[in-house]
């Protein structure tokens, strides 16, 4: 068990990947795996081209200040992977899913594993239409937020 000042510096260090012992990486396809592979070792804050149209940015933001984040383009796929709304109540508010849907393409998706209707009502609020999935393993749903047209 990590005491806290661990627990904080290893939330501020990115997972390091190590394709040798990721079993995940065996799909059965080599197409796949490949691609699957070239997802995970991508470089942070770097673009690159996965496919012909399908090009990858990973970046590791602080959002204590959402408003100072501006991107160079909006974005289509946001993946928020905060720790749960108790344990990082800064990271779950109306401003920052605010934030969220202005930096987003009409039509993006923004999906996270936590599915608390609070969490759901503020994504709606910010101009997403928010649907209920089944989740992983150990996990019964998820959220997908779907950024709605200015006209809806």
Request: glycine share 4%; proline share 7%.
């Amino acid at each position: 068990m990590l005491n806290r000042f661990e627990r904080d510096k290893a939330a501020d260090t990115p997972i390091q990947f190590n394709q040798n012992d990721f079993n995940a990486a065996r799909l059965g396809n080599s197409t796949l795996e490949q691609l699957f592979l070239q997802l995970h070792t991508s470089p942070w804050n770097e673009a690159v081209a996965i496919t012909p149209g399908f090009t990858l940015l990973k970046q590791q933001i602080d959002f204590s200040h959402p408003a100072t984040f501006i991107p160079k383009r909006n974005f289509d796929l946001i993946y928020y992977d905060a720790f749960a709304p108790e344990k990082q109540p800064e990271m779950w508010t109306q401003e920052i899913f605010n934030h969220l849907s202005n930096l987003c393409n009409q039509g993006a998706i923004l999906t996270t594993y936590c599915a608390k209707g609070v969490v759901r009502r503020m994504l709606q609020t910010a101009g997403f239409q928010v649907d209920r999935l089944p989740g992983p393993p150990g996990k019964r749903e998820i959220l997908r937020a779907t950024k709605r047209s200015d006209r809806e």
